[in-house]
Every structure is written in C-alpha cells, then in structure tokens.
C-alpha cells in the first residue's frame, strides 16, 4: 500500500512539471512571436547624391605662357643744356605729363641780354650794310666817268662785303642767343611720367652735369620674356599666320588686363640657357603696368578644335596619375586615368580616358570610391 502511495505521488509530481514545461513553453514562443512581429524592416542602403558635369566639346585656344617683365620704351634724364641758376619747378614730381609740357625753368635773365645784345648788332651791321651798299653805288658811277680809281672802287665793294658778313655772323648770334634762351625752360619730350626731384630751386646747373629728373614713356610699355627654343618653332608658324596676340596677366589675376602685340624676336639663342629674347608692345592708357614690374605673359599662338573639357575641380590625383569619376552602368561610380591637355579659364582639355557625352562627378568626392552607388545630379551650366 506504501509503495503504491509513493508510486502515484511521482507520478503527480512529473505530471506537474510536464504541465509547467508546456506552458513555460507556450510563453516562450508567445514571447518571441510577439518580439518579432514588433521590429522594424532593415533600412536600405545609402546612396550618394553627386553633382554632375557632361563632357563637351569646344574649340580652345592654345596659349603659349612665359614670366616677364615690363620695360619703358623710352626713359631719359632730365639735364640742362645751359648753365645757371633754377628758377622753378612748374611740374610736380610723380606727375603724369604730356609732350611739351614745361617741367622747369632755369633764370633767362643772361641769356635775355646775350640775345638783346646780338640783335643790337644785327641792327649795326645793317646799317653799316646799307651805307657800303650805298656808298658802292656811288663809286660805280664815279668809275664809269673816270673820276674814281679802281682800287678805290674794290675798297668799296670790299666794304660792302665785310659788312654781309658781318650781319651775317650777328644774325647767325641772334639764333643761338635764342636757342640759349629757350633752353632756360626744360619740357617734356614726350609724354610719360616724371619721377622724384634730384635738384632744389636755386641749385646752380652745368649743362649736362646736374641731374633734374627722370622721365618714362609708360603708354606704350615693352614686356620682356625669354621663350624656349622648344618654343621657337611654334611661334615662327604662328607668327607667319599673322600678329600674335599677347596678354599680360598681373601677379594674381585670372584674367587678362592688358593685351598687345609680339613685335621683336632676338636673333640668336642664348647658348647658356637655351632661350631667346622676345618683347611685345602693350597698350597701357590706364599706366597699370609700370616699368621693372614681374608678369605673366600669354601668347595666343593657335586654335584647337574638338577639345573634350571638363571642370578643373573634378580632377584627382593617385599614384597612378591624374583621374576623372564618372558615372557608370547602374548609377555606380567608374574611376578613369586620364591625360590632360590646356587649360581654358576653369576647364581642362582632356586628352584621353572619356568620351563626349560622359558624365563627370564634380562634387563629393572624398564620400565615394570606384563601384560606389550614387544619385547624379546635373549642374546647371555657368552663365
């Protein structure tokens, strides 16, 4: 009876845990139903959007560049051509003048009475003059009746020709006397700009021993380079085509400020460097360039047609050389190596490695790779 008793006592008891299994069961798979129908789907993957450029074909031109530097074509000291006292400095220093302009005086008063004084003389030899001529007339007459001998007469008419030369050499003073005169007031000899005073008022001047001033031509102004002779050939063919068309970029700029023409070539080469002396012409009416000043010279020496450009900002660098992305099949990114050509303005001409018509990535470039997912996103063409 005993044994009966334990036996359906543990019976009862493994039926209870078996129940407790189920239901501890039943409340798992309650839990995890639950878990899983309240989570959220996986999100999909990020997609890069990109600005985008076609590559387009345009004709260029081709630019030759070179540093150089700016030259006066004209630029003297101002010196006296006659000794005395400066009486004025009628133009300021630094002033811009043009041809004729009076830029000093020196004191005219000896000069003034060398001149009265020779055009006194002037006024005696013509008198003298008048009474020899006169006076041979007379002697003339008087030899043609017997009444004068003939030395007498070449007295007279030797008379008559000391006195012509006479007048002759006082008139000949009364020019230079004149001269002197006008050389008491120093004027520009062109137009240009004057530089800084080396002689105060007062300052007794000998004729080409006293330093006034310097004076530069600044309209039109030479620009100076040294072309290779890589170059040269080049530029011959471009200058049997016509004028070359040369710009003159400040230290700075992007674009050019003043233009003018390539007018002399050297005639030899430099065996030292390799290079030849060029100058070109430029039109400077604004007196923006200045002599002794450091540009950058451009000269137009061709056209080329069918250039593939591209934005200068799309370009990488790697190991490898420079590259382009650009958007490939599916709207994935495709890394291409690509060899450059000129430059024009903001673009680059594109020698090899795409085609007219492929779209370029601009932007974003440091969030994308090759095979990288993106959403293009056409740029809107400068205006």
Excluded: C
């Excluded at 993957?45 to 031109?61: C, G, L, N, Q, R």
């Excluded at 190596?337 to 001409?349: E, F, I, K």
């Amino acid at each position: 009876m005993r044994k009966w008793k334990i036996a359906l006592g543990t019976a009862v008891a493994l039926g209870a845990i078996s129940v407790a299994s189920v239901h501890l069961l039943d409340m798992g798979n309650l839990s995890l139903n639950a878990g899983t129908a309240g989570a959220a789907p996986a999100p999909a993957a990020f997609v890069m959007p990109v600005p985008v450029v076609s590559v387009v074909k345009k004709t260029i031109p081709i630019y030759l560049d070179y540093a150089a530097r700016t030259e006066p074509i004209r630029s003297i000291t101002l010196q006296a051509r006659i000794p005395g006292y400066l009486q004025e400095q009628t133009a300021d220093d630094g002033v811009d003048v043009r041809q004729g302009d009076l830029l000093y005086k020196i004191s005219p008063d000896d000069f003034q009475a060398a001149l009265d004084q020779a055009k006194a003389q002037v006024q005696r030899d013509t008198a003298t003059l008048d009474y020899a001529r006169s006076n041979l007339g007379r002697g003339s007459e008087l030899a043609k009746s017997g009444y004068l001998a003939k030395d007498g007469f070449d007295q007279r008419t030797s008379t008559l020709r000391e006195a012509q030369a006479s007048l002759a050499l006082n008139q000949a003073a009364v020019r230079t006397a004149e001269l002197n005169l006008s050389y008491a007031e120093i004027r520009a000899p062109f137009g240009g700009r004057l530089g800084r005073n080396q002689a105060s008022v007062g300052t007794l001047v000998s004729v080409a021993g006293t330093v006034l001033n310097t004076l530069v031509q600044l309209d039109p102004i030479y620009v100076t380079f040294n072309p290779s002779e890589t170059d040269l050939a080049e530029i011959e063919q471009a200058r049997a085509n016509g004028p070359i068309e040369v710009e003159v970029l400040l230290p700075g700029q992007t674009e050019a400020g003043q233009k003018g023409e390539l007018t002399f070539i050297d005639n030899s080469v430099d065996r030292s460097t390799g290079t030849i002396t060029a100058r070109a012409t430029i039109g400077n009416g604004k007196f923006t360039l200045l002599p002794g000043q450091y540009v950058r010279v451009r000269l137009h020496v061709r056209q080329q047609a069918d250039a593939l450009m591209v934005p200068q900002t799309a370009l990488g660098s790697s190991q490898l050389g420079k590259y382009l992305y650009v958007v490939g099949k599916g709207n994935t990114v495709d890394q291409r190596l690509v060899s450059l050509g000129p430059t024009s303005g903001d673009q680059v001409a594109i020698l090899s490695g795409v085609a007219e018509g492929d779209q370029v990535i601009t932007g974003n470039l440091q969030k994308i790779g090759p095979g990288a997912p993106v959403s293009p996103i056409p740029e809107k063409p400068a205006t």
